[in-house]
């Protein structure tokens, strides 16, 4: 099992940014999958996840910016991230399984068996 992200980047306040993430070995409809990120100096916080069923949950500081999906076909789950802020700034990481995706998943300590190599994301001026 492998998880390639990619898609980060620098783009400026205000700007956007698509994050993808392709999985291998696995199928990656058949379980929860998520985004976490880790911003220099900071504790790994979760973003957003997605359950099997297509339910999704964001962080508050990302709701009605950040999208999650699933492309299926293609064996990836995308993060679309449009009015990007400085403290947005981070490592961006996908990771699987989400066993319990939900309002919760972005405040509570998760076990990934599986995680992305990160993908920087930089929101600045």
């Known amino acids: 099992v492998q998880l390639q992200a990619s898609g980060g980047g ?3 306040p205000g700007g956007s940014l698509r994050l993808s993430c392709e999985g291998s070995g696995f199928n ?3 379980v929860g999958m998520g985004w976490f990120r880790q911003a220099p100096g900071k504790e790994r ?3 957003s996840c997605i359950s099997s069923r ?5 962080r508050d500081s990302v709701k009605g ?4 999906s699933r492309e299926n076909a293609k ?3 995308t993060l679309q991230m449009n009015n990007l802020r400085p403290e947005d700034t981070a490592v961006y990481y996908c990771a699987t399984p989400v066993t319990f995706c939900t309002q919760y998943y972005p405040y509570r300590k998760q076990n990934y068996d599986y995680v992305g190599q990160g993908t920087l994301v930089t929101v600045s001026s």
């Open 10 to 12: 620098l783009a400026q």
């Open 28 to 30: 990656m409809d058949s």
């Open 45 to 47: 916080e979760g973003i």
């Open 54 to 58: 297509g339910d999704s949950f964001y």
């Open 65 to 68: 910016r950040f999208t999650i």
């Open 75 to 77: 064996n990836t789950v």
